[in-house]
């Protein structure tokens, strides 16, 4: 097929599921064509199969606004025209799904036809789309598409809930490539940051204030009174400033790192014995699985799609959102010696679940549907 990926080009979860998308169905023979502002974070490598076309925004004085979405839309229909593709592909119901129906329109004025595929993937509906602002555009653009996903069971649930939505909304869960997300052998980081048996604790986020990182900090507080243990913080955003005065207001601050934005993420979670996401919103945890991926158990809340990936007491623990008592009592419990081998054991085999390999067919029957439906 030839097919055109609409995603937000940044660190965020969509993107790199969109990206890590592409790049498997060009593996697979497909033709990619990526329609973003900028180069995705993740295309970085080369295949006879992937292009990318950037979006560029005059920059007029006249707008305040500069009318992304109508650049976007412009864009797909040049692209779909000329570079003949079969399934237009959006992530993020806004603006992407509202931008593609505008193009669709437009083709279909000029003799061609499109079908667009929609994937929700959590923060474009529970936190931007339910917002009065955006909820006509949001609760149109998924009505008019001709494919919709959603990446978790709870999400589909809150979009039904909370729009009036008359599509069928298939789940198609994250994925994960295995062959990046493993447990390597980096003795001699760990050596250098637990150089006496600390146990490691990990959080990566965009520090937005759903990821809860304070949460975070006071887990890790209430753990190191009672053993040896570092926190490592990965990942950057608008609550870093308030998170580093907490941690330096901290008895045990020395053990707490910042590591900012990293790219090689599964180097830090092959060394890590725990990895924390107490979020009160996530649709689906990309960042655990990349943890469990790596053989590192979960602590999480129930927040959203998070227990459809993370199942308690097996590949970690499953908490109350905010219930920082009880997330200090599960890490201390998966982090005893007689424990952690099983959860580490546990999370790898249910990473395997979800390995790119078996959720990409997923997107192909999809496409393929929405085709056949023309
Ligand atoms: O979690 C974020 O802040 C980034 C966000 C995004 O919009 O890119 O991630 C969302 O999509 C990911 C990929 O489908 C999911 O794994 C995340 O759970 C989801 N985040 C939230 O729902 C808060």
Redesign the pocket.
């Known amino acids: 097929m030839n097919i055109g990926i609409v995603c ?1 080009p ?1 660190f ?6 969109a990206t890590e998308l592409g790049k498997a169905l060009a593996l697979k023979g497909h033709r990619v064509h990526f329609i973003t502002y900028s180069q995705p974070v993740r295309l970085d490598f080369f295949n006879e199969n992937l292009f990318y076309h950037e979006v560029y925004i005059p920059p007029y004085p006249l707008f305040q606004f500069p009318p992304y979405e109508l650049a976007l839309a412009s864009k797909m229909v040049d692209i779909v025209q000329n570079e003949k593709l079969d399934v237009l592909h959006v992530h ?1 119901a806004i603006p992407h799904a509202s931008a593609a129906y505008m193009a669709k329109q437009i083709l279909l004025t000029r003799g061609i036809r499109v079908p667009v595929v929609t ?1 929700l ?4 509906i ?2 931007v789309g339910k917002d009065a602002s955006y909820e006509p555009v949001v609760t149109f653009s998924i009505n008019q598409s001709d494919g919709v996903t959603a ?2 069971a709870d ?1 589909r649930r809150e979009t039904y809930e909370y729009f009036a939505i008359e599509k069928d909304i298939e789940v198609i869960p ?1 994925f994960i490539n295995l062959e990046r997300f493993k447990k390597q052998n980096k003795e001699h980081f760990r050596a250098a940051i637990a150089p006496n048996g600390e146990k490691l604790l990990t959080h990566t ?2 520090f ?1 204030s ?2 809860r990182v304070e949460d975070v900090v006071r887990i890790f507080a209430g753990v190191r009174e009672q053993i040896p243990a570092k926190l490592l913080l990965v990942g950057d955003g608008p609550d870093r400033p308030r998170i580093e005065k907490i941690v330096r207001e901290l008895e045990h601050h020395q053990d707490v790192r910042f590591l900012g934005k990293l790219e090689a993420v599964e180097e830090v979670l092959s060394v890590t014995d725990l990895f924390l996401m107490p ?1 009160e ?7 655990a ?1 990349e943890a469990m991926a790596c053989e590192v158990p979960v602590l999480s809340t129930n927040a ?3 227990p459809e990936l993370n199942i308690h007491g097996v590949t970690g623990t499953v908490s109350e959102i905010g219930d920082v008592p009880d997330m200090v009592k599960q890490a201390l419990f998966i982090l005893q010696d007689e424990n952690l081998p099983r959860f580490k054991a546990a999370a790898l085999a249910r990473a395997e679940e979800f390995e790119v390999g078996k959720i990409v067919p997923m997107y192909e029957d999809c496409y393929r549907r929405a085709i056949q439906a023309q």
């Open positions: 937000y940044t965020g979860g969509s993107g790199v599921v993020y994937t993937h959590g923060t474009d529970t936190l990446v978790s999400l994250n986020s965009n937005r759903v990821k979020s919103k996530e649709s689906f945890g990309l960042a699985l959203g799609g998070i």
